[in-house]
């Protein structure tokens, strides 16, 4: 696997960070690449100027881009600062690093709007490195899923939606209600109109917005929300709410049922995860997630991007694991958390009163 680093240091300890993350890279056997090469990277760190951030433009949708930037100092509210660099970026993920004279302050944030510290040891600089590569790997090569193939195959009973939907629409509402859907990230503020048109061709992205909720329909289907719409109005099937028919891993694609008179939006990126989990349990009946937490559940031990198979495996090897698969709360490392249940109104009465708002990073 191959990697690159692209853009140039602003200054010694962008340098010194830049070398470091080159020789932990290549002592675990990743590929130097030089810039400008015909050859499509895997993994990309992107040195970026705080005062003008520059994009990687991807070539392919596997290129997993790591935004370097060096901020003045430590910030008060990380997100805030942090957050628009790595939107600006085109970034799957951003290190922030102040120089303190006692060593770096380094951040980790990350799409899913959070964010946690990476210590450093005085001295002991490859063990810093290490430290950010046993976190960096696991997240620069999974797998994204967010590729959809519609199909105009939708029963026209199913067009206007049903009891099903009508329960995922009165779900979303609740979910408002209870102060659980935080607001999509205004990407459109931050983005030049050719890099939103980029995103758009590799993602067909519409926009970062958090929370997502899915009910059976019969043995191998499921109703699933879309993506960057608002969760507290889900109301056209093939707009704000889609009919998941299954997941073919020859074209990494998940397949939609759409009306053929809809020109419809993507599913949520965490459509392959949902489909894991109804595919092996078939007691489930419907699984919410939300950037919230609860006490004393079991979590995933790495913080897998959001569409990622591979966070869809360890979601649902959990789920396996759990006492009662059809009734599991399972925490998303750095997140929030995926709750199961045979039906939406049996997840909202068994989290009432115990949901923390804020979720803890690590």
């Known amino acids: 696997m191959n990697f690159t680093l692209y853009g140039t240091p602003t200054g010694s300890l962008m340098d010194w960070l830049a070398s470091g993350i080159r020789r932990v890279m290549e002592r675990h056997g990743f590929a130097y690449t030089e810039n400008g090469a015909d050859e499509v990277v895997r993994v990309v760190f992107n040195l970026m100027d705080p005062e003008k951030p520059r994009p990687y433009r991807r070539k392919a949708q596997a290129t997993f881009v790591i935004g370097l930037v060096q901020g003045a100092e430590v910030p008060e509210n990380v997100l ?45 600089d490859e063990a810093y490195f290490e430290h950010l590569f046993r976190r960096l790997e696991p997240l620069a090569t999974s797998q994204l899923v967010v590729n959809n193939i519609f199909h105009t195959d939708l029963e026209e009973e199913l067009w206007e939606g049903n009891e099903i939907t009508r329960q995922i629409y009165e779900a979303g509402r609740r979910l408002d209600a209870m102060d659980l859907l935080p607001a999509p990230f205004p990407i459109r503020d931050f983005l030049s109109d050719a890099d939103y048109r980029h995103l758009q061709r590799l993602y067909a992205f519409g ?82 997630h939300v950037r919230a937490w609860m006490e004393g559940i079991p979590s995933t031990e790495i913080n897998y991007p ?56 690590s």
């Open 80 to 124: 805030s600062t942090a957050y628009p660099l790595l939107v600006r970026g085109l970034c799957n993920l951003l290190i922030y690093v102040v120089d303190t004279g006692e060593g770096p302050r380094t951040f980790f944030v990350t799409l899913e709007q959070g964010y946690y510290p990476i210590p450093y040891e005085q001295g002991n």
């Open 207 to 288: 926009g970062l917005s958090y929370g997502n909720l899915s009910a059976r329909q019969d043995e191998r289907r499921f109703w699933m929300s879309a993506s960057g719409v608002n969760k507290a109005d889900l109301r056209v099937p093939g707009e704000h709410i889609l009919l998941v028919k299954g997941y073919d891993p020859e074209q990494n694609a998940m397949l939609l049922s759409v009306p053929p008179h809809v020109t419809p939006r993507r599913v949520s990126v965490d459509a392959i995860e949902h489909w894991l989990i109804y595919t092996e349990h078939p007691q489930v009946g419907a699984i919410l």
């Open 306 to 361: 959001c569409g990622t198979l591979q966070l869809g495996q360890a979601v649902a090897e959990l789920v396996r694991k759990s006492p009662d698969p059809a009734r599991a709360v399972i925490g998303l490392k750095n997140h929030g958390l995926t709750i199961t249940g045979p039906n939406l109104e049996d997840i909202f009465e068994r989290i009432e009163g115990k949901i923390l708002r804020q979720v803890p990073m």
